[in-house]
């Protein structure tokens, strides 16, 4: 599967971003699509994954309440909506996709494990 990420830009700090990924070359109708971050000089971090049959919805403690990851079965695309943003969630986006999740309570917050990456979109959230 092939994953466009857009949506990316510069807003104020407290403003909100929709962040789209759209996947091309199979129709998604099972696995994980997930968000990752990594901004300058940092290791790249989990965001948010969403289970594309069941729409069971994890996030990391850092966005918990003020990012929402959904799906659009009828787009073939994930989504990512940001709110009160603040200048620490200044980083580039990248969407990530796995289809078969593994055993564990943890997996789905490292990136090893999704094989399918697209392009980053840098998000920047000025103070």
């Known amino acids: 599967v092939q994953l466009q990420a857009s949506g990316g830009g510069l807003v104020q700090a407290g403003g909100s971003l929709r962040l789209s990924c759209a996947a091309s070359?199979?129709?998604?109708?099972?696995?994980?699509i997930a968000w990752f971050r990594q901004a300058p000089g940092k290791e790249r971090e989990f965001v948010a994954t969403?289970?594309?049959?069941?729409?069971?919805?994890y996030y990391a403690d850092s966005v918990k309440g003020r990012f929402t990851i959904s799906r659009d079965n009828a787009e073939n695309a994930v989504y990512l909506q940001m709110s009160n943003l603040n200048p620490e969630d200044t980083a580039v986006y990248s969407c990530?996709?796995?289809?078969?999740?593994?055993?564990?309570?943890?997996?789905?917050?490292?990136?090893?494990?999704?094989?399918?990456w697209g392009q980053g979109t840098l998000v920047t959230v000025s103070s």
């Open positions: 990530a996709s796995v289809s078969v999740g593994y055993s564990g309570n943890t997996w789905y917050r490292r990136a090893a494990n999704y094989p399918d």
């Open positions: 969403i289970a594309w049959g069941s729409g069971v919805t």
């Open positions: 070359g199979r129709t998604l109708s099972s696995g994980y």
